[in-house]
């Protein structure tokens, strides 16, 4: 009867567990934003490390929150002032993204990270990287 009673609550406790993920990814997609797969880029060849997400632009910041994750913070923020686009390319075999995605390499402060994003996503997001205020520099870069 003791396991019985056990295997009920880590049953339950996986299912609130399933309902809060799934609520929460319900209020993220509610409040506005692009699906964006994000990784941090460790080599050319390792296509390990994509994680599926939502990104909100809010003011020089690019906020990238994992669906999956438990925070109800931005997991990545990126700020437009210091982030420059290395690369882009499409997706190779073994990636999982859509067939219409681009993949972008960007660097931040010495970091690289790689976004997979859609053509539509893309152009917004290429249009908030380029734009600024009144009377403030650009700060994007396009490397060379």
């Known amino acids: 009867m003791m396991i019985a009673e056990l295997a009920a609550i880590v049953v339950l406790a996986v299912l609130l567990v399933v309902l809060f993920l799934l609520l929460r990814r319900i209020r993220l997609l509610r ?24 990104a909100r632009y809010r003011g020089d910041e690019f906020r990238w929150y994992r669906v999956t994750g438990l925070s109800s913070g931005a997991n990545v923020v990126l700020d437009r002032t210091r982030l420059e686009i290395v690369d882009r ?27 997979a994003i859609s053509a539509d996503a893309l152009t917004g997001f290429s249009s908030w990287l380029e734009s600024t205020p009144p009377g403030r520099s650009t700060g994007y870069r396009q490397a060379s």
């Open 31 to 54: 409040r506005g934003g692009v699906d964006v797969a994000l990784r941090e880029k460790r080599s050319a060849d390792d296509l390990r490390g994509w994680h599926s997400g939502l």
């Open 89 to 115: 390319r499409a997706p190779v075999a073994g990636e999982m993204h859509p067939a219409d995605a681009t993949v972008l390499s960007c660097r931040e402060d010495g970091r690289e990270w790689e976004l």
